[in-house]
């Protein structure tokens, strides 16, 4: 019964209280584990050996902790017999009500395809073991049934494969949807595409793994494990398997054999929630994959055992990809987000580890890396973001590959590097496949210090343009070399690489969308489908014959798709698409083959789109559509927060637009059996508004509307309110209320059973029970509180139910549950955003907490909701008929088809007929589905493409809308609006001024008529004035206004005075025509010296470098290194030959010993199974010359006979036994003692590291017996051993020797190398000697001019130091001269500011100012002044002030300056008199400093003139110089020189011959020709690049120049204006400058005046803190006095403190003499324990003596032992 009332009443508590019993049933994935819970009759297969390794965990302890689907399902595998029969054991009977109710079914099993369902299966060879066992019998029957799992050993694959999920105790067939086709590509997944053979490709569709035949475009699909998705798929080598690595919780990886699909292996817990990447080995017995986020867990797998080898985490941060390295199996390399890893499996002291090694990028820019390639060599080569190749090399990067010109490899990141028959292949994002040389790579190395190689490609294929290629594989086609290459952007292309003639171009075989599907709409009339996606494309499709037929690329990508209603469109030709940037598009379909022109087409398609109008409602994007019930309406929604209304019979016209409280998500017209037609708008912060039917204006009523917005709208809105926290409080009340209930009952029952057994004994103890009980009852937790989250729920999407009310999913907090709501009456007054309204009923939806709804549609009759969730799952809930409250949305079908990650299901969307299910997710895929039907569907079904209407060829195409700036209509009638005001108010505003300009006429006819009236009538200006204060007001405002613009314009007045100040400052700066960049002239040096100019010395214009001149003094210490470096060459030979010689001693030691043990063996064997014992070799005396000198008894005693028998002889007989050789090898054997150098300590220890050790038997002075079998047996194993031991001696003394003899032939090609370094040596020795000689000639002539030279440099040196301080002190002369002059002329412009304007004795002043009078000086200034008039410079810098005064002198000559005439100010007498003294002071000073300026002038002439012979002489030293270098070089010319060479090393040949003269050869290294040939090219291209750039700067060049005229007119123009300007204000050009040097600077003096006030008061400041600093000094004297005292005070106390502590000490010492020695207590205690110890030593005795009694047979049990102790005790006690 659903409730009528709101949360509050009655009604809806039961409604709670109904969903609180739903709420018990179990979750889905809950059921599903119990329905896959059958325990298998076989546990999991393992080695016998096998460990648990880094941590793996057994599958018996996962099955406890883990209670997911994957493990379940796991534990319920059970491998068939060949038979097909399932071995079954009595644990199969236990399951649960409804539990195996989809996995007992054989009709649904059938219903796989062909391929999955005809299965094969072979032999396990295992036993069983019955579940019933006890745990640890379990243990130990599994420890024996642990052996090796069989290479015929399959999987079941029908209990692997994730089934849908039904509600139990229902009707719901398990096939009630089944895949009929994929239409999706999942384009940006990595490694996306493999290849089993020629014509089957495999890809991943969400929880599908598709194979795709490549020639009859058939699928095949295999459904994942886990259900969650899968990770990656990898192909076997050999092609014969395939691994599929699912996602999940601890997901497995599963091996299928190829072709039969059988699953083969499953390994598990790699990883805890998805795999990355998987790759097999070369020969493809080990697997490698990484998992994803959180772990990155890398793991090495035998796969074939289904065990991890080798377990670590690879990263802290995402890994793409992993591989084995082809040439080395143990090396892995694994690249991802920002890093790149090389690892090695290596065996260490605990085992085999990985180690990995991560690259480290140095100076280049970190980067993600999505493709490499492992070397041969062990180097690797990778891609980056930035388009360029790295080779890594030892963990760094040894070099990075670019282009020519430092272009990058590719324009984006590389995805993928192969190696393919000698060559490099790189995929890049920019569509390109580029062909690179193998070998240039793996030796390219850096050449500068940039880092960069630049190398060029091969070849290059542009596969198209927008392109992104992600990887390729290569296509096993023979004689073709044909590439799969998956394109990100939504494509599967066919690359031919041969790159010949008859190359194929490139085929796109499949095109897809690329990202997340928007929107899917299916046609009203047959099995057509049209979607859309964010990649600006629309695709139709047949689904009923899987075929896709046409496809439409815009410029912005389609986020909602409708197909046009047949009561719009009959023929169901039309789709209606919504696009990102607002615009909205319609689309008609038809066949083109129903068309009557076919000009130009090469092939008819089955379909074709085209363009038929197109409008703008919007801007932003374009989210909802909806046609009206009876299609007279559209309504669009969007971002934009509008509802835009259009008349569709009348061309789309529009009616008019509502605003949306927020973002509108879904738009949904009311069904016919409402009574009115009105719009559920549903926003996705949390608003549902409902708009009635827009009331359509008339075509006359529109012209006036300014804009589209309906404002009297009546509009009901519902805003949401969270709900949820209630409805768990209402269930938690209602479970404890329950259990009141139930502890009540069993209170009551226990209280009458009491009562019936002991009456009121029974009521008493009943009640004493209870007061325990309520004693001992804890609080109840608080119930839970109510909760609102901060932010809405997003509204996900919802449906009408009945007039006024919807039902509606939400996402976020409020998920989990369908929420019933109904709209309040509509109130205009009210406020949307303070309106909170509450659901009036709810329905729980199982397992959606956390995958809510995201989309909702019904089939025709409504009695199946389909749902789309968020994790990609697809709910199909079974309904009665006319149900709107959904009272029956209990029973339900679930199943994971999308990834359930990213793969939101987006849209989804029925056949006109009910036979077909569309779903469109966010990972790209598209799944149609058929429904579970009666009606069989029939193969070779298809859809009716609608015919074209007549004349559509003809029609023209409406121009699209491509700008997305465009104007939306709203916008547009706006500005058309807008626009039309402008128009009014500009034709107002021409109108007015028209007036104005008429009054304005008028009121001059006025004036003139004025101006003729007599005087005494006409009238003042001021009395045409209507109000005096309307001027006044007009000139303030203006004013104002004024001011304003230059507050505004004040920083671009400021900004224009910098760049002029800097531009003069730059011209200021403008260097000469001759002048030269110092860096240009050090680079020119730089490059004369080092740039590789080889003159050879013998050329007669060879100038010696500075740095290459010789001296006797240098070649003597050359000399003495090759003499150091001989002599250290010698000594580490003789150390060699001196460890090789102990080497000798040690391995004759060793020789030795192993002959005397070889020995001892042969006398214990029979004389027919020895072997000859091996010779030990000998010493030679000549190997230890040390020992020469060291003799014995033995040896003189020798000596002595041998000198007898010489003088008896009397003649020396010398016995010669050398070796010829310093170190003899084993050639010599050993006679007598002369060779035997060993000792015992060397025998013994040689005989203790023996291997094996030997046991000789001792004669036996019993009688022989005839030896027992087992002694026969022990003799016959001793001589086994025996005679083995003595072939292992030999052998090792075998190799012994060998490898000396090896150690002595290397060391003898080391001395012939040397003995040939030596002699070289010898013969540079020679040469070095001879030029010393020759050197010690010519040193006594080049010191001399040396000296010279040196000289004359330090004197021309000074001498430009004079000659620039002279001109430093210039400067300074001129500078000063300038200060005096500004000084004069600010003394004449002072005065004349003084005098004033119009002031008649100005003349007469200014004469006295400017008279020049004789003042007492020294005679030399008037001598001197015919000197000045001699200067240079004197007319130059002479005043105009001066000029005018000699002028007036000769004007009038005789005038009184002693009296000031009558009427002239005094003061102004007086000042000129004193200015008058002021100018002479300053002339006099012009006048002293001119003297000096001339003087130095005069100097630096001397200078100059000393400089230039100073640097004459000075080339002249430097040439004879150089001259003498010259000859003394020529003369070293002369001495010869020995230069062994090989005949490779000569090239100079002549008619193939080496000629018998070389005098004209020329010896030179390889390295110089290299860097000769390399310069060469640098010139050249420095030359190009030069060129260029003057090409370049003489086209600036001319450019500055144009602009430099362009500039000097628009000069010229300004100065004209400027000109005009001044003379019509002043009528005259005007010397701004200088008229504003002659203006009194008042501010000046007020801030003259300012600072001697401030330094009045600054001075009485510091007097003021002077006498403050002497008070605080004084103080500080006191402190230190006191502070003092105090010290010596401390001091005292110190030393007697020190006093006081040594009498202390000395009082301590003699008190404690009294207590030194042994305690008398300590004595004695320590006696009793020695009695003690005794007493327990004979206690143990005793008890071991009667413990051995004991244990003899027929002992006698005595009393126990006592000690003589505790004998002596006892008669004491008794």
């Not at 298998?40 to 648990?52: A, L, N, V, Y």
């Not at 070998?439 to 940039?450: G, K, L, N, P």
């Not at 010698?1130 to 030795?1152: F, G, P, T």
């Amino acid at each position: 019964m659903r409730p009528t009332a709101r949360p509050g009443s009655a009604a809806l508590e039961e409604g709670w209280r109904c969903l609180g019993n739903r709420s018990k049933r179990r979750p889905p994935a809950d059921a599903v584990k119990r329905g896959a819970a059958a325990v298998s009759t076989f546990e999991e297969m393992k080695e016998p050996d096998d460990q648990d390794t880094d941590g793996e965990k057994s599958v018996t302890s996962k099955s406890d902790g883990k209670k997911s689907l994957r493990s379940s399902k796991s534990e319920s595998r059970s491998p068939v017999q060949e038979d097909n029969t399932f071995l079954e054991d009595d644990t199969d009977e236990t399951f649960n009500e409804g539990e195996g109710s989809y996995l007992e079914e054989d009709s649904d099993e059938e219903r796989l395809e062909g391929s999955l369902s005809s299965f094969q299966y072979d032999d396990l060879q295992s036993t069983t073991v019955p579940q019933q066992t006890p745990a640890p019998a379990v243990e130990e029957a599994e420890e024996e049934v642990k052996k090796k799992i069989s290479e015929s050993f399959f999987y079941d694959y029908m209990e692997l494969a994730s089934m849908p999920f039904v509600t139990l105790d229902s009707n719901i067939p398990l096939d009630l949807l089944t895949l009929v086709h994929s239409f999706g590509y999942d384009c940006r997944k990595r490694a996306n595409l493999q290849l089993l053979d020629d014509s089957i490709a495999i890809y991943i569709a969400g929880n599908q793994l598709i194979f795709l035949n490549l020639k009859t475009k058939e699928q095949i699909y295999l459904r994942s494990s886990s259900g969650e998705g899968i990770g990656v798929i990898g192909v076997h080598p050999h092609k014969t398997y395939f691994t599929v690595a699912e996602k999940g919780s601890f997901p497995d990886i599963i091996i299928y054999e190829y072709p039969s699909l059988r699953p083969y292996r499953i390994l598990r817990d790699g990883t805890e929630k998805g795999y990355a990447y998987v790759d097999f080995n070369y020969s493809g017995n080990l697997l490698a994959s990484v998992g994803s986020n959180p772990d990155y867990t890398l793991t090495i797998w035998n796969w074939k055992e289904e065990q991890p080898i080798l377990r670590t985490k690879a990263f802290s941060q995402e890994v793409f990809k992993v591989t084995f390295n082809p040439d080395n199996e143990e090396q892995l390399t694994t690249s991802g987000s920002g890093h790149i890893k090389f690892w090695e499996m290596a065996f260490t002291f605990t085992g085999l580890k990985l180690q990995g090694s991560l690259g480290r990028f140095g100076k280049t820019i970190t980067t993600d890396i999505e493709g490499y390639m492992e070397l041969p060599d062990g180097k690797v080569l990778s891609g980056s973001e930035w388009g360029n190749m790295l080779l890594w090399e030892g963990g760094l990067i040894k070099v990075e590959l670019c282009r020519g010109t430092s272009k990058s490899c590719h324009n984006g990141p590389i995805n993928q590097i192969m190696l393919y028959e000698g060559e490099v292949i790189t995929v890049g994002s920019d569509g390109y496949v580029r062909i690179w040389d193998f070998e240039t790579i793996d030796t390219a190395d850096v050449i500068d210090e940039t880092g960069l190689l630049e190398i060029e490609p091969i070849n290059e294929l542009q596969v198209d343009k927008n392109v992104n290629l992600f990887s390729m594989i290569k296509m096993n086609e023979t004689g073709n070399n044909f590439w799969l290459a998956q394109d990100a952007n939504g494509a599967i292309w066919k690359l031919d690489l041969s790159f010949s003639n008859i190359t194929q171009d490139p085929e796109c075989l499949f095109s897809f969308h690329s990202g997340a599907i928007e929107a899917v709409a299916v046609s009203p009339l047959t099995y057509l489908m049209a979607t859309t996606a964010l990649d600006c494309s629309v695709r139709i499709y047949d689904f009923a014959s899987k075929t896709p037929l046409a496809q439409m690329k815009f410029k912005q990508g389609g986020t909602a798709l409708v197909w046009v209603p047949r009561m719009v469109n009959f023929t169901g030709a039309q789709i209606i698409v919504g696009f990102e940037d607002g615009v909205v598009r319609i689309l008609e379909l038809y066949d083109p083959k129903g068309l009557t022109i076919f000009a130009g087409r090469k092939k008819i398609l089955d379909a074709d789109i085209q363009l038929k109008q197109v409008f703008k409602p919007h801007t932003a994007c374009v989210t909802a559509l909806a046609y009206e019930r009876d299609g007279e309406i559209l309504a669009t929604g969007s971002k934009d927060q509008t509802v835009f209304f259009f008349e569709v019979e009348r061309d789309y016209k529009p009616i008019g637009y509502i605003n949306t409280p927020g973002p509108v998500c879904q738009l949904m017209w009311s069904p016919m059996s409402h009574p009115e037609s009105t719009l559920l708008i549903m926003c996705e912060n949390g608003y549902i508004l409902e708009a009635p039917l827009p009331t359509i204006k008339q075509e006359e009523d529109d012209h006036d509307v300014v804009s589209y917005e309906i404002k009297d709208m009546c509009i009901k809105c519902f805003h949401f309110s969270s709900v949820k926290s209630k409805i768990l409080r209402l269930i938690e009340i209602e479970k404890r209320e329950r259990q009141r209930e139930l502890k009540e009952k069993i209170r009551e029952e226990r209280r009458n059973k009491l009562a019936a057994e002991m009456g009121e004994d029974g009521e008493k103890e009943f009640q004493e029970e209870e007061e325990e009980e309520e004693e001992e009852e804890e609080e109840e937790e608080p119930l839970p509180e109510i909760f609102i989250p901060s932010t809405p729920s997003p509204i996900l999407c919802g449906f009408y139910s009945e007039p006024g009310k919807f039902w509606v999913s939400l996402g976020g907090y409020d998920s989990g549950f369908l929420y019933h709501c109904e709209f309040p009456p509509c109130d205009e007054s009210s406020d949307f955003k303070e309106q909170k309204d509450e659901p009036i009923d709810v329905r729980y939806l199982a397992d959606t907490e956390d995958n809510p709804i995201q989309t909702i549609t019904f089939n025709i009759n409504k009695v199946m909701m389909f749902c789309g969730m968020k994790n990609g799952a697809i709910r199909v809930y079974v309904l009665n008929q006319n149900d709107p409250s959904l009272t029956s949305l209990v029973d339900y079908w679930h199943f994971n088809m999308h990834d359930n990650n990213y793969g939101c299901i987006k849209s989804i969307a029925s056949s006109f007929d009910d036979r077909f299910l569309v779903t469109a997710g966010a990972d790209g895929n598209i799944f149609v589905f058929n429904i579970f039907s009666e009606f069989m569907l029939r193969k070779d079904m298809k859809a009716k493409v609608p015919s074209p209407r007549f004349g559509i060829e003809t029609e023209p195409i409406p121009e699209d809308i491509e700008d997305p700036k465009a104007y939306s209509i709203e916008n547009a009638r706006r500005k058309r609006e807008h626009d039309k005001l402008m128009k009014e108010v500009g034709e107002i505003k021409a109108q007015k001024r028209e007036q104005i300009k008429a009054l304005r006429s008028e009121f001059c006819k006025l004036l003139e008529m004025n101006e003729k009236l007599p005087k005494h009538m006409q009238f003042k200006r001021t009395d045409f004035d209507v109000d005096s204060q309307i001027r006044a007001e007009m000139h303030r405002k203006t004013a104002f206004k004024i001011q304003q613009v230059e507050k505004e314009l004040a920083w671009e007045k400021e900004k224009h005075e910098l760049g002029l100040m800097k531009l003069k400052n730059r011209y200021k700066s403008k260097p000469g025509d001759d002048y030269e960049d110092p860096k240009d002239l050090q680079a020119i040096k730089e490059a004369q010296v080092y740039m590789g100019d080889f003159n050879l010395k013998t050329a007669p214009d060879y100038k010696i470098p500075e740095h290459m001149r010789i001296n006797a003094a240098k070649k003597e210490e050359e000399l003495g290194h090759l003499d150091s470096l001989v002599h250290g060459n010698k000594r580490h030979m003789n150390k060699c030959i001196l460890s090789l010689r102990d080497l000798k001693v040690a391995v004759v030691e060793e020789i030795q010993c192993l002959v005397e043990e070889l020995k001892n063996i042969q006398l214990t064997l029979h004389i027919s199974k020895h072997i000859p014992i091996p010779k030990i070799p000998q010493i030679h005396p000549e190997e230890v010359p040390e020992k020469r000198f060291q003799y014995d008894e033995e040896t003189l005693l020798n000596f002595k006979q041998q000198q007898m028998k010489s003088n008896d002889e009397k003649s020396p007989g010398v016995e010669q036994t050398g070796s010829g050789g310093p170190v003899g090898g084993f050639l010599k054997l050993s006679s007598g003692k002369d060779g035997d150098l060993t000792t015992r300590d060397s025998i013994s220890r040689s005989s203790k590291a023996s291997t094996f050790s030997l046991d000789i038997p001792k004669c036996l002075e019993f009688e022989k017996a005839e030896p027992t079998d087992v002694e026969l047996e022990i003799m016959k194993r001793d001589e086994i051993k025996h005679v083995y031991m003595q072939q292992y001696l030999v052998n090792r003394i075998k190799e012994l020797v060998v490898t000396f003899d090896a150690e002595l032939r290397l060391l003898r090609h080391q001395k012939l190398k040397l003995d040939t370094q030596m002699k070289l040596s010898d013969l540079h020795h020679v040469t070095l000697f001879q030029e010393i000689l020759l050197l010690k000639n010519f040193e006594k002539q080049e010191n001399v001019l040396q000296e010279r030279v040196n000289s004359l440099d330090k004197e021309e040196q000074y001498m430009q130091w004079k000659i620039n301080e002279t001109l430093k002190e210039m400067e300074e002369k001129k500078n000063e001269i300038t200060k005096l002059q500004e000084q004069e002329k600010a003394l004449y412009a002072g005065f004349q500011a003084a005098i004033g304007e119009n002031n008649k004795f100005a003349n007469f002043l200014m004469k006295v100012l400017k008279k020049k009078i004789k003042r007492v000086k020294k005679k030399e200034v008037e001598g001197d002044a015919d000197e000045d008039e001699e200067s240079e410079e004197s007319s130059e810098e002479e005043s105009s002030l001066e000029s005018d005064e000699d002028e007036s002198e000769s004007e009038d000559e005789v005038f009184d300056d002693s009296i000031c005439p009558t009427n002239c100010d005094v003061a102004l007498f007086e000042l000129a008199l004193q200015l008058r003294e002021k100018r002479l002071d300053i002339e006099e000073a012009l006048v002293e400093e001119k003297k000096i300026v001339d003087n130095l002038k005069k100097e630096y002439d001397t200078l100059s003139k000393k400089v230039k012979i100073v640097a004459t002489n000075l080339n002249a030293a430097e040439e004879a110089l150089e001259a003498y270098q010259r000859e003394k070089q020529q003369r070293l010319n002369e001495l010869l020189v020995v230069i062994p060479l090989k005949l490779h090393q000569i090239e100079y040949v002549v008619f193939g011959e080496i000629p018998s003269d070389l005098s004209g050869t020329l010896v030179f290294s390889n390295h110089a020709l290299r860097r000769l040939q390399e310069r060469i090219r640098e010139l050249q291209e420095e030359n190009s690049k030069q060129q260029k750039l003057n090409k370049e700067w003489r086209e600036r060049r001319k450019q500055l120049i144009r602009e430099k005229r362009e500039m000097t007119k628009t000069i010229h123009k300004m100065e004209e204006t400027v000109r005009q300007l001044m003379i019509s204000k002043f009528g005259r050009v005007v010397n701004l400058e200088a008229l504003q040097t002659l203006s009194v600077n008042t501010t000046l003096e007020e801030l003259k005046i300012r600072k001697l006030r401030k330094e009045l008061a600054n001075a009485k400041e510091m007097k003021m803190w002077e006498e403050k600093i002497a008070q605080m000094r004084w103080e500080l004297m006191m402190k230190t006095k006191e502070h003092t005292r105090k010290l010596y005070q401390m001091n005292d106390l110190c030393i007697e403190k020190k006093k006081l502590d040594s009498r202390l000490n000395t009082l301590q010492n003699q008190q404690g003499n009294a207590f030194q020695g042994p305690r008398e207590a300590d004595v004695v205690a320590r006696e009793e324990v020695t009695e003690l110890i005794q007493l327990q030593a004979e206690r143990i005795s005793a008890l071991k003596e009667e413990i051995a009694l004991l244990r003899r047979k027929g002992g006698l049990i005595l009393p126990p032992i006592q000690s003589p102790r505790e004998k002596e005790i006892q008669p004491a006690d008794l």
